[in-house]
């Protein structure tokens, strides 16, 4: 499967944006769908998650409440909504997909949409 992620831009502080992560290939219902972040000299650290009906999601403790992941299986694409942006949240932020929920092994990665996030 080919990954696309999208949706990254410069906000201030306090404000909102929507990632989008269309999928190609093989069936998009198959995989769980991730999202991941890494910010500048910091390892990619995970940030949400979303099994393949979507009736499942976890979140890193550092973005519960203030980001949704979601999926629609009909458009083959994931989102990951950001509210309260913080300037910690800035970052390139990749989405995965896998086929294990539940552990960090993902095996289909996109290449980045930057998040910058002003104070």
């Known amino acids: 499967v080919q990954l696309q992620a999208s949706g990254g831009g410069l906000v201030q502080a306090g404000g909102s944006l929507r990632l989008s992560c269309a999928a190609s290939?093989?069936?998009?219902?198959?995989?769980?769908m991730g999202w991941f972040r890494q910010a500048p000299g910091k390892e990619r650290e995970f940030v949400a998650a979303?099994?393949?009906?979507?009736?499942?999601?976890q979140y890193a403790n550092s973005v519960r409440g203030r980001f949704t992941v979601s999926r629609d299986n009909a458009k083959n694409t994931a989102f990951l909504q950001m509210n309260s942006l913080k300037p910690d949240d800035t970052a390139v932020y990749y989405c995965?997909?896998?086929?294990?929920?539940?552990?960090?092994?993902?095996?289909?990665w996109g290449q980045g949409t930057l998040v910058t996030v002003s104070s």
């Open positions: 995965a997909a896998g086929l294990q929920w539940g552990t960090l092994r993902y095996d289909y």
């Open positions: 290939g093989r069936a998009f219902n198959t995989y769980v």
């Open positions: 979303i099994n393949w009906s979507g009736d499942r999601t």
